[in-house]
């Protein structure tokens, strides 16, 4: 756990987008498993391993995955390229702002 919340990963950048991914499916997925999934992790109540285990999430997480493989093959490498590229910045500007954070602790 730490002052944010509990700590996603060991990353903290790669955690703070995890959180944030975990408060978008929380707010508006339409699985409720994964909404649920969601709010346990985002309360600290287990690991994202562990709980993409269970029989209740496995379905959903196998839909979600396969949707993305079909988004991939159907993207335009160039375009995934672009999308790559602007995540590196966005990640990039995350990993600032909490550094700036941290200085200011």
């Known amino acids: 756990m730490t002052e944010h919340g509990p700590r996603l990963h060991d990353d903290p950048v790669t955690g703070a987008l995890l959180a944030s991914a975990l408060k978008q499916i929380q707010a508006s997925n339409p699985s409720p498993a994964l909404r649920e999934m969601a709010t346990d992790l985002l309360a600290g109540r287990g690991q994202l391993h562990d709980l993409a285990r269970t029989s209740q999430l496995a379905g ?46």
């Open 60 to 105: 959903p997480l196998q839909d979600a995955t396969q949707r993305f493989v079909q988004f991939r093959e159907q993207c335009p490498d160039e375009m995934f390229q672009r999308m790559t590229d602007y995540a590196e910045v966005y990640r990039h500007q995350l990993q600032q702002a909490l550094d700036e954070e941290a200085r200011h602790e």
